[in-house]
């Protein structure tokens, strides 16, 4: 496989005209019900706004557009012995979308769980888990569920330990 400019822009278009809105509510719905929490759905509008952001990082969009077209073109015979691989692919673009930890790992979590719900007809097997790691991928960065909104309670606050400071200031 090549991966140019022209075939990010390429996948990245693909990536965008995927009814994958609906699915990430439906994930959400899901997960919000497992976990008794009421997390709002995305709109196609806010899910392609997303996927431009993702596309607009020229070092995760070229690792996020090599998935997506490995995963695109990946079929194999009898879909069993191939499990392995479109799930290895899969739980990658959904953390390669959704970023750093916590939120990689996160993602890569409710890949399986989208995983699980989605199943295509006729299709190459990956499509089937392109569709679960781009709902898994948006369903985690995007804002909604309560305890990502705010200032995380665990984080330590520099400015209230008069002995911190930088390893510059201490050499």
């Known amino acids: 496989m090549r991966v140019t400019p022209a075939r990010v822009r390429e996948e990245y278009e693909f990536v965008r005209d995927r009814p994958i809105a609906p699915l990430i509510t439906d994930v959400r719905e899901r997960l919000g019900e497992q976990f008794g929490a009421e997390v709002p759905g995305v709109s196609a509008e806010r899910y392609r706004r997303e996927v431009a952001a993702v596309f607009a990082d020229g070092d995760r969009a070229v690792n996020a557009a090599a998935l997506v077209a490995l995963l695109r073109d990946l079929?194999?015979?009898?879909?069993?012995?191939?499990?392995?691989?479109?799930?290895?692919?899969?739980?990658?673009?959904?953390?390669?979308?959704?970023?750093?930890?916590?939120?990689?790992?996160?993602?890569?979590?409710t890949f399986h769980y989208a995983d699980v719900?989605?199943?295509?007809?006729?299709?190459?097997?990956?499509?089937?888990?392109?569709?679960?790691?781009?709902?898994?991928?948006?369903?985690?960065?995007?804002?909604?569920?309560?305890?990502?909104e705010g200032a995380s309670p665990f984080a330590v606050d520099p400015?209230?330990?008069?002995?911190?400071?930088?390893?510059?200031?201490?050499?």
């Open 117 to 148: 719900h989605v199943h295509g007809e006729d299709e190459a097997a990956g499509l089937d888990d392109l569709d679960a790691a781009l709902a898994a991928g948006f369903q985690t960065r995007l804002p909604g569920w309560e305890w990502r």
């Open 75 to 109: 079929d194999v015979e009898g879909d069993y012995p191939g499990f392995v691989v479109d799930e290895l692919l899969g739980r990658q673009l959904a953390a390669t979308i959704a970023g750093g930890q916590p939120l990689e790992l996160l993602a890569e979590a």
């Open 159 to 171: 400015d209230l330990d008069p002995g911190a400071g930088s390893t510059a200031d201490r050499e």
